[in-house]
């Protein structure tokens, strides 16, 4: 949507010096300072451990912060609808749990597994999917009420304690290195092209935008609003399995807690990801950014030694100002403050 | 008329099973069970679902699958959905409660309106510092304390350290850490480089954990809290060759990886101890005891019961070859029980009775019954103020250890 050619309506109403904002689009300024703040962090890390600044702990964040990144995917698609996925913790113990027990421990039938895990978390999706627009349910309510039931059914299904391993393969494949890169880094750099590409140069991306702008005017327009949302839905589920098992890789085991610490991330890297709450408009390479900004920090403020409680109040500071840096009043005055020295 | 009913089939129950002392107080429910409820926080991790398990194993093998109603009921981790679960079990008439409390501090209003109306409350692993309530705890036998300094002996007295803890603003995890804070204060060379909370959680421990290698890669050793699996995969993701020193609880795979020849040379050393999920089993049993008359209750103040800290050190370490411990067995292997299952399940002493399907399925064990509990096997726990007791003092003696000897002097 934010494309250099194309504006948003209010934006093109705007009476300042549009001519410079042509030369560079707002997106561009606003993923660019995502990842401008995060290596401004890292670096200013170093103050805090002589071990910080370096390469290594670039990898401990871009490895902590794949799983974040792989369910955000979903999440900013359901956002960019004007959705909300709460059900996206439970699915990714739902994809952690069922990996454990049908994986057992073992590489027969991996490749039918992973799909079919993939395949049962999207159904969870559509669910979802069709509660939001078939039955009109609010997003909220019905992810929320889907998260419940699906954790309750792992419950019940593990008895508290999930059995079995990952496959031994996943398990490699975790902790495996190539060209000297964990491999989790390679998958991650992978999605997170395929996902731009997906969200902000496909057909069905751009269908989506239109949907998440206005509805209406996009079901006036003859998008088939209902299946676009229920895919969308089916995505982030499968983004969320996806994110279970490699986590259940990562650990090698599923607990029934492990996606709990993913669901407010997902929102949160969304939206300092640059992308609106409200919908319509958003990128994912901002939304890895956002996922990275929320690595790096909970990675330096677990260096620093402070109390939990100062932690968590850092944490929501650092959050509310990377979100008043990114509001694009702060981008035109600053914007236009650049183009016009030259 | 009811009542006539109720103690007709109390008398058969009673010519049935012969287990009733003349001093047995009345159960409350229409068919003359006890009507016991079973409180949990929340369930979701090995240890909670192990240790509910357990009760509901035991509430259905003989003669108690006769003579105990058992209701489960999951607060979650609000204090105050387990107060409103508490008073809706009083007014259901409920014998006993059997209960793993949320608030060693906020439940005790309702626990003292029930046991005004003769509802017998057992505590399990956490406290409450309600005096009429029992609470069963290892939590005096000093996990805090002994692992410190057992982590100390392996560091030779200095060292960089991480503690990972458990969950924030928690008793437990604050006599935990206050027990081991007394021994690493005393060591001037030991520098705690992080601290952080895992919420007893594999997956969160390892995270966190990677956290704090990403600053410290240097780390001399780790002190751990339920979760320490997740220790080791995060130092073997930083270092596949480079292992520390790790204390931590009873996880099987940490007591496995302990006992393993490669981790060992890889540096790995240290000892699994902490909480049991056993607890609510031996919690269970004596409250059993107590309402069919086979044991006397203690007096109100008296009821602080210590169950003993598991202390299993590298080479302790034995795999059992069947469905529970014997022969001095203590961990299972990875084709029986997931690695974050809690090893302390059993108790071939207090619970003979159980075996890995009750751990797992909450199953009776076939052909067990209830044995009666040994009659040395209560032992009373000292003052923790705030923790299971009010306006009391602690004794001088609090961080004293039990299971080791420091082998560094300060």
């Known amino acids: 949507m934010m494309s250099s050619d194309t504006g948003t309506p209010e934006r093109s109403a705007r009476t300042e010096d549009t001519r410079t904002s042509q030369r560079i689009s707002p997106t561009v300024v606003t993923v660019a300072t995502i990842y401008g703040l995060v290596l401004v962090m890292i670096l200013a890390s170093r103050l805090i451990s002589p071990s910080f600044g370096g390469l290594s702990q670039l990898e401990t964040i871009l490895y902590l912060s794949s799983f974040l990144v792989f369910c955000a995917f979903g999440q900013g698609l359901v956002i960019l609808v004007r959705g909300l996925d709460l059900s996206v913790a439970s699915v990714i113990t739902v994809g952690g749990v069922l990996s454990a027990s049908l994986m057992d421990g073992s590489n027969t039938g991996l490749l039918h597994v992973i799909p079919t895990i993939l ?3 999207a159904l969870i999706g559509i669910v979802n999917g069709i509660g939001v627009t078939v039955f009109n349910m609010p997003p909220f309510i019905m992810t929320m009420a889907s998260g419940i039931i699906v954790y309750s059914l792992c419950l019940g299904f593990t008895g508290g304690t999930p059995r079995g391993f990952p496959a031994p393969a996943m398990n490699d494949f975790m902790q495996a290195r190539v060209f000297g890169i964990p491999s989790p880094i390679w998958l991650l750099v992978v999605f997170a092209a395929l996902g731009t590409l997906v969200q902000s140069f496909s057909s069905f991306g751009r269908k989506l935008t239109a949907v998440g702008n206005n509805p209406e005017a996009a079901y006036v327009a003859g998008l088939p609003a209902r299946r676009l949302i229920i895919a969308v839905y089916g995505i982030s589920a499968a983004c969320a399995g996806f994110t279970g098992i490699l986590l259940a890789s990562y650990a090698n085991g599923a607990t029934l807690r492990m996606g709990d610490d993913y669901l407010l991330p997902s929102i949160a890297a969304v939206v300092v990801g640059g992308s609106s709450i409200l919908g ?3 990128t994912f390479l901002g939304t890895v950014g956002g996922a990275m900004l929320l690595t790096t920090l909970s990675t330096i403020l677990s260096a620093l030694g402070i109390g939990q409680g100062w932690k968590t109040i850092m944490e929501g500071g650092v959050i509310l100002l990377a979100l008043i840096l990114l509001r694009n009043q702060v981008f035109d005055g600053l914007r236009a403050l650049v183009m016009r020295k030259d | 008329m009811k009542t006539t009913t109720k103690t007709l089939a109390l008398a058969a129950m009673l010519a049935g099973t ?8 009345q159960a409350k429910t229409a068919d003359g069970k006890w009507l016991i409820y079973l409180s949990l926080s929340y369930s979701g991790n090995a240890w909670q679902s192990e240790a509910a398990n357990i009760v509901k194993a035991l509430a259905a093998t003989p003669p108690f699958n006769e003579t105990v109603e058992l209701v489960e009921v999951i607060s979650g981790t609000d204090p105050q959905a387990q107060i409103s679960d508490y008073e809706s079990m009083i007014a259901n008439g409920a014998d006993g409660i059997v209960s793993f409390p949320i608030s060693s501090n906020a439940l005790n209003r309702v626990v003292r309106r029930g046991c005004n109306e003769d509802v017998l409350f057992f505590m399990y692993d956490g406290t409450v510092t309600e005096s009429c309530a029992y609470n069963i705890s ?9 692992t410190a300094q057992a982590l100390v002996n392996e560091l030779g007295g200095k060292g960089k350290i991480f503690l990972s803890r458990g969950v924030p603003g928690n008793s437990v995890d604050e006599r935990h850490t206050d027990g081991a804070m007394h021994i690493f204060n005393q060591y001037p060379e030991i520098e705690i480089a992080a601290e952080y909370y895992s919420y007893w959680d594999d997956r969160t421990t390892q995270q966190e954990t990677a956290k704090a290698l990403a600053a410290h890669p240097d780390v001399d050793g780790v002190w751990a809290q339920a979760g320490e699996f997740g220790v080791i995969q995060a130092l073997l993701q930083a270092n596949p060759d480079r292992l520390v020193p790790v204390t931590g609880e009873n996880s099987a795979g940490f007591r496995l990886a302990l006992a393993n020849p490669d981790m060992q040379a890889k540096g790995l050393r240290g000892v699994s101890s902490g909480s049991g999920p056993a607890q609510s089993g031996f919690a269970f049993k004596i409250m059993m005891e107590i309402l069919n008359g086979q044991r006397d209750a203690l ?3 008296q009821r602080n019961i210590e169950y003993p800290l598991p202390w299993v050190p590298a080479d302790a370490v034995k795999v059992c070859e069947g ?3 014997e022969e001095g067995c203590n961990v299972f292997t990875e084709d ?14 207090l619970l003979p009775e159980l075996s890995l399907i009750s751990a797992l399925d909450g199953l009776p064990t076939p052909g067990a019954t209830i044995q009666p509990l040994p009659a040395e096997a209560v032992k009373l726990a000292p003052d923790m103020p705030g923790i299971n007791c009010r306006g009391c003092d602690a004794p001088a003696n609090l961080y004293e250890l039990t299971k080791i000897e420091a082998t560094v002097q300060p």
């Open chain 1, 119 to 121: 395949l049962a978390c």
């Open chain 1, 280 to 282: 319509g408009r958003g």
């Open chain 2, 18 to 25: 012969t287990i009733l002392a003349s001093g047995a107080a």
């Open chain 2, 138 to 146: 290892f939590l005096s036998g000093g996990f805090g304390e002994n």
């Open chain 2, 299 to 301: 007096p109100d103040g």
């Open chain 2, 323 to 325: 469905d529970t411990f």
């Open chain 2, 336 to 349: 029986k029980v997931p690695s974050s299952f809690v090893s302390e399940v059993f108790n071939p002493e």
